[in-house]
């Protein structure tokens, strides 16, 4: 079934799928067929219509979580997870006027190459940017393959003349951890995490060493707003903080429980610590924070989480886009109430409410004083 569901979503559905005379799918076949020949709209160029089938088939599908990725999409999103990318260090900003105006990372590939901050950006390779090109297009378009060269045509000044640019990618970090000392706490350090990614375990490590030597004894781990990321990342960040015993348990459809374990102490398992969530707290962030939880390690700080105890495997399919399907579920073992059934419940519920002030960051700030 796997085979045919890579073969319904290639590139070639059109082709194949509709001219099959074994056709599983009548009254889509039926529908296509009146579309394309009845129709007086002009219809969208390929992968249009495919895109849209796809969609229409996750939608009915009852998988609240599955998802279809185009490939511009897929590939930012397969960046942000592996927490690098080939690219020219340049970040693009759309003025009111709608130009894409480039400011290069100082040091980066651009800045090196003579891109100045303020150029404004015409042409990626064979990608003319004009007001209605898609930001995501014009990102993936600039990233590739490391070595790899892009062309970049840009703008100077008004008038000026247009100036080309051959730039050779280099590896590009995106840190999914940000981390500072707390305000007037110089012995607390706050650790921001984004994103739950490849690299989160050791960014995390380098980040406490940072702190740990600027005078931090104390740390927030702040997971507000952490959507997740990949399921083993949040284990290998679980395992940073554990001495032993049991993680999570996971299982997938039709296969025996796979149980995630601490085989030896982290290195971080000594850390006096709270954890930050709120509603926006899901997937792999609530592993890190439920673990920490179960096992006593850190008291949770804020609003209910999420609640995702499910895992979606992605799908790269031939065309460069994504499928994201529901296939297991996930669980802390001995923990009450499930995630499921409503998140993570914090050991001190602070509302946040549309202020300046950080009131759930202030209340962990207090808590660690107390301590």
Do not use: C
């Not at 070595?147 to 970090?173: A, C, M, W, Y």
């Not at 305000?183 to 739950?196: M, T």
């Amino acid at each position: 079934m796997l085979g045919f569901l890579a073969a319904f979503l290639s590139g070639f559905f059109l082709n194949t799928f509709f001219d099959s005379k074994t056709n599983e799918f009548p009254i889509l076949n039926q529908a296509y067929n009146i579309l394309v020949n009845h129709t007086s709209v002009t219809l969208p160029e390929p992968p249009a219509l495919e895109y849209g089938m796809i969609r229409g088939l996750l939608e009915s599908s009852n998988d609240p979580y599955a998802a279809f990725q185009e490939p511009v999409q897929h590939e930012l999103e397969s960046n942000n997870l592996e927490g690098s990318f080939g690219g020219i260090g340049v970040e693009i900003t759309i003025n009111p006027e709608g130009k894409f105006i480039l400011i290069p990372i100082s040091g980066g590939p651009a800045s090196d190459a003579g891109i100045q901050s303020g150029d404004h950006l015409l042409k990626v390779d064979d990608l003319n940017i004009i007001e209605t090109t898609n930001l995501d297009q014009v990102n993936a378009a600039i990233r590739g393959p490391t070595g790899s060269s892009v062309k970049i045509i840009v703008k100077r000044d008004q008038p000026g003349k247009n100036l080309e640019f051959d730039i050779t990618r280099e590896v590009i970090h995106l840190p999914s951890v940000t981390w500072f000392m707390a305000p007037r706490n110089e012995d607390i350090g706050i650790l921001n995490v984004h994103i739950i990614a490849d690299s989160t375990a050791g960014e995390i490590e380098k980040a406490i060493l940072q702190l740990k030597s600027g005078g931090a004894n104390m740390f927030i781990l702040d997971l507000r707003d952490n959507g997740g990321g990949l399921l083993t990342a949040g284990v290998d960040t679980a395992r940073l903080f554990l001495e032993e015993g049991i993680i999570i348990q996971q299982q997938y459809r039709g296969q025996d429980v796979e149980t995630f374990r601490v085989t030896k102490p982290g290195p971080l398992s000594d850390l006096a610590m709270v954890i930050l969530i709120n509603h926006n707290t899901a997937s792999a962030a609530e592993i890190i924070a439920g673990t920490m939880k179960m096992h006593g390690k850190a008291i949770l700080i804020g609003e209910n989480s999420f609640g995702k105890d499910s895992i979606q495997l992605i799908f790269d399919l031939d065309d460069g886009s994504s499928l994201h399907v529901t296939a297991a579920k996930w669980w802390l073992p001995g923990l009450e109430p499930e995630i499921g059934e409503g998140g993570l419940q914090p050991d001190i519920l602070v509302s946040q409410h549309e202020s300046e002030i950080d009131s759930i960051l202030n209340t962990a700030i207090e808590y660690l004083r107390e301590q």
